[in-house]
């Protein structure tokens, strides 16, 4: 069973940035990883995912430019930078992974259902 723990959310002002953490328990090298945001009273949202092999990444167009999702397979964990952080960022932040095949290697998806393994997030919170 794989775990999933997120750090490094808190309450930052507008404008700033936070980075957030996602540590993996087991073989990250077999999972392609993607971050989901849920406000009080809306859907979880895709916000990025990185492929198996680190060579695709997508961004929700809300985040495109302002945020960078990473992975460090030695470190087992997954980053998500943020920067230029808006009020409408405000959430809580999880990480999600999925079984990927080495054949599917650069398949990067920011659908929930496809995800496995969950983890129950940090929360962000932006405000002056």
């Known amino acids: 069973q794989l775990q999933l723990v997120e750090s490094g959310g808190g309450l930052v002002q507008p404008g700033g940035s936070l980075r957030l953490s996602c540590a993996v328990s087991g073989f990250l090298s077999d999972y392609a990883i993607g971050w989901f945001r849920q406000a009080p009273g809306k859907e979880r949202e895709g916000v990025s995912c990185i492929s198996l092999s680190g060579d695709t990444t997508n961004y929700a167009d809300s985040v495109k430019g302002r945020f960078t999702i990473s992975r460090d397979n030695a470190k087992s964990t997954i980053y998500l930078q943020m920067t230029s952080l808006e009020p409408d960022d405000t959430a809580l932040y999880s990480c999600?992974?999925?079984?990927?095949?080495?054949?599917?290697?650069?398949?990067?998806?920011?659908?929930?259902?496809?995800?496995?393994?969950w983890g129950e997030g940090t929360q962000v919170t932006v405000s002056a």
């Open positions: 999600a992974a999925f079984v990927t095949p080495k054949s599917q290697q650069s398949l990067c998806i920011m659908t929930a259902y496809n995800y496995d393994y």
